[in-house]
T-cell receptor, first 115, second 114 residues
Framework: GAVVSQHPSWVICKSGTSVKIECRSLDFQATTMFWYRQFPKKSLMLMAT?????????EQGVEKDKFLINHASLTLSTLTVTSAHPEDSSFYIC???????????FGDGTRLSIL | QKEVEQNSGPLSVPEGAIASLNCTYS??????FFWYRQYSGKSPELIMS????GDKEDGRFTAQLNKASQYVSLLIRDSQPSDSATYLC??????????????FGTGTRLLVSP
C-alpha cells in the first residue's frame, strides 16, 4: 500500500534555529501533500496544503513566512520552521494521497522541541 | 457548530465486546469518509474508508455511512486491549476544483479493558 515517509522523527534544538522536515511519498506520486500540527491531547490542525510546482495554500492564522513549504517534486515536500521558538514545539505530521488525494496516508510525524 | 463532531469519550468497553464509535458531519457535500486510529504519541493510521451509503466490513471493523442523516460510524467487533487508542473521523468534500481538504473530528478515545 501507499507509504509516506517523514524525517526526522525527533528534533531538539535551541530557540532561533530553523528546522527542516521532509515528507516523501515512497511508492506513488503525490501532487498534493498536507502539513498538520498537533499539540498534546488536541486534534490535528491543518497548517497548509503543499502543491507540487506551485505555492502552498496556508490555513487562516498560519504564518507563511514562519512555516516555509517547498514541494519541488512529486515525491517530496519540505516544511521549514524558521527561527523556531518554544511555542513552536509540537508534533508535525505530513500526509499525502495518490489519485485525487484519496485516501490520505500519514507520515510517522516529527516531534519538535525548542529549548 | 463543528463541521465534524465526535464524542471525546473515553468510551470504555470490556475485551471481546463491540465498540461503537459515532461521527456526524455538517457539510452535505461531503463525499468521502475515513476512520483513522491514533495511538498516543503516534501519527494517525488509516483504518477504513467509505464512500457510499451502507456498511463496509474489513476484518473486525465495520464502517457505516448514512448520508441522509449525515452520520458515519465505526464498529469494532471482539475489541482487544490493543484497540485502545483515539479514533478520528474525517470527511472530505468535492467541489468543481476537485477533492477538498480532509476535515477531522476531535476524536473519540477508546479504552478496552482486559
Amino acid at each position: 500500500g501507499a507509504v509516506v515517509s517523514q524525517h526526522p522523527s525527533w528534533v531538539i534544538c535551541k530557540s532561533g534555529t530553523s528546522v527542516k522536515i521532509e515528507c516523501r511519498s515512497l511508492d506513488f506520486q503525490a501532487t498534493t501533500m498536507f502539513w498538520y500540527r498537533q499539540f498534546p491531547k488536541k486534534s490535528l490542525m491543518l497548517m497548509a496544503t503543499s502543491n507540487e510546482g506551485s505555492k502552498a495554500t496556508y490555513e487562516q492564522g498560519v504564518e507563511k513566512d514562519k512555516f516555509l513549504i517547498n514541494h519541488a517534486s512529486l515525491t517530496l515536500s519540505t516544511l521549514t520552521v524558521t527561527s523556531a521558538h518554544p511555542e513552536d514545539s509540537s508534533f508535525y505530521i505530513c500526509s499525502a494521497g495518490d489519485r485525487d488525494q484519496q485516501p490520505q496516508h500519514f507520515g510517522d510525524g516529527t516531534r519538535l522541541s525548542i529549548l | 457548530q463543528k463541521e465534524v463532531e465526535q464524542n471525546s469519550g473515553p468510551l470504555s468497553v470490556p475485551e471481546g465486546a463491540i465498540a461503537s464509535l459515532n461521527c456526524t458531519y455538517s457539510d452535505r457535500g461531503s463525499q468521502s469518509f475515513f476512520w483513522y486510529r491514533q495511538y498516543s504519541g503516534k501519527s494517525p493510521e488509516l483504518i477504513m474508508s467509505i464512500y457510499s451509503n451502507g456498511d463496509k466490513e474489513d476484518g473486525r471493523f465495520t464502517a457505516q455511512l448514512n448520508k441522509a442523516s449525515q452520520y458515519v460510524s465505526l464498529l469494532i467487533r471482539d475489541s482487544q486491549p490493543s484497540d485502545s487508542a483515539t479514533y478520528l473521523c474525517a470527511c472530505q468534500g468535492w467541489r468543481n476544483t476537485g477533492f477538498q481538504k480532509l476535515v477531522f473530528g476531535t476524536g473519540t478515545r477508546l479504552l478496552v479493558s482486559p
